[in-house]
């Protein structure tokens, strides 16, 4: 099983990478522009909240990626960087008076139309992964998506669009 790695950019701040163990905790690290580093532990019950907030040295940090084995993690994610430039993951809320309220996820041809990818939906609380085109949309789901910035720009269009056929 591979281990997804989430990258958030904190505008002003850096970059925070997190990633949720087989046993469901999700830990992180935030590298600020400044060069320092945190180990974030955050709260199995509520994923937004952090338990601790770890400052490390230089030192430390490359102690820990060593124990780890930084150079084998370092290299997926220079692969993945590579791989991934220029795509974009972006939360959008559908709309109330969006004509895909009530409707599949795959009447709106999302990729075939913009060749943006929706990789789950968020509903009150929960999160549902990968909804295939019988999905229904509910009123206050949020799409997250993946794609170009132009991509994202149409998904979002459509969405909003009153002509949902474009």
């Known amino acids: 099983m591979r281990v997804r790695v989430e990258q958030t950019s904190l505008p002003g701040i850096g970059v925070r990478h997190d990633f ?5 905790r999700r830990l992180g690290v935030v590298s600020h522009r400044d060069g320092r580093r945190a180990l974030i532990v ?3 019950d509520d994923p937004d909240a952090r338990l601790a907030a770890i400052p490390l040295t230089d030192d430390e ?3 820990l990626a060593d124990l ?3 150079s084998l993690m ?3 994610l220079a692969g993945l960087r590579d791989q991934a430039a220029g795509l974009l993951t972006e939360q959008i809320a559908l709309p109330a008076s969006s004509p895909f309220v009530g409707r599949p996820l795959g009447d709106t041809r999302a990729r075939t139309r913009t ?5 789950a939906t968020l509903r009150s609380a929960q999160v549902i992964p990968s909804p295939g085109p019988d ?4 009123n206050g789901d949020v799409v997250v998506a993946v794609g170009t910035r132009k991509s994202l720009d149409a ?4 969405l909003a669009d009153n002509d949902p056929d474009g």
């Open 20 to 24: 949720v163990t087989e046993a469901g």
């Open 42 to 44: 955050y709260d199995r």
């Open 61 to 63: 940090a490359e102690a």
């Open 68 to 70: 780890l084995g930084a």
């Open 74 to 76: 370092l290299g997926q």
């Open 115 to 119: 060749s943006a990818s929706i990789v």
């Open 135 to 138: 999905f229904r949309f509910e």
């Open 155 to 158: 998904l979002t269009r459509i």
